[in-house]
């Protein structure tokens, strides 16, 4: 008996350890770790855009923070991004939409372009704003990256820009609309795709976005009525 409670004793302190130790993080994937050791030496230009390219391919977040701060660099900003885009830890995206603050012109347009790529819907909040504020000069890029993450809660502002937005803003919210509504109805979300077509045909009543939006709202129509 007394081996026995000692060897459940034994079984329980083990338990115990594998339930509070901590689990290790994962090691970074050995490319990508090769391509971070670029990033912090002297290498070249060339040499640094191309590990930007490759971590987001092989990066995770252990990746994010040496991309993040590359975001504003004359040079390797566009590839910072393009890794941004790829790595799929939501830790990337929360680099970009932190960067929104800081970031200006062509690189603002860039970040706000990557939240669009990578359809980051906690970015919503912070593209609407973009949306109705001309000083930043960006209004047109986070109208069309609501465009690319075609949520209902997108789908809204892309509606009120084409009803009540700047004429010049109008254009381009009836391209963000037309990239909005098939993923509307992929997700479920068929009513709000048909009102948002609905809302480009009324802001731009005549030319090609009408027409395409017409057809868009008659293919919905039509898989309706098939179901």
Do not use: F, W
């Not at 799929?88 to 995206?93: K, L, M, N």
């Not at 502002?157 to 391209?175: K, M």
């Not at 993923?183 to 027409?211: M, W």
């Amino acid at each position: 008996m007394t081996y026995l409670r000692s060897l459940i004793a034994a079984l329980l302190l083990a338990l115990a350890a594998c339930t509070t130790a901590p689990t290790p993080s994962a090691a970074p994937h050995p490319k990508a770790a090769a391509q971070l050791a670029v990033l912090a030496s002297n290498a070249g230009m060339h040499e640094k855009a191309r590990a930007c390219q490759e971590l987001g391919n092989y990066g995770g977040p252990e990746s994010v923070p040496a991309l993040a701060t590359l975001l504003d660099h004359e040079h390797l900003a566009d590839y910072a991004r393009s890794g941004l885009e790829g790595i799929r830890d939501a830790s990337a995206g929360q680099a970009l939409r932190d960067a929104l603050a800081t970031l200006k012109g062509r690189n603002l347009a860039g970040a706000v372009n990557s939240l669009g790529v990578r359809r980051d819907v906690a970015a919503v909040p912070a593209l609407q704003k973009l949306t109705l504020d001309a000083k930043r000069g960006v209004a047109p890029e986070a109208v069309a990256s609501l465009g690319m993450i075609g949520t209902p809660e997108a789908a809204r502002t892309l509606q009120e820009v084409l009803a009540n937005g700047p004429a010049d803003l109008r254009v381009p919210a009836a391209h963000a609309a037309l990239t909005a509504a098939p993923q509307l109805a992929q997700d479920g979300h068929a009513a709000a795709a048909r009102g948002l077509l609905e809302s480009v045909v009324r802001a731009v009543p005549s030319g090609h976005l009408a027409t395409a939006a017409q057809s868009q709202a008659a293919a919905l129509r039509g898989g309706a009525a098939a179901r």
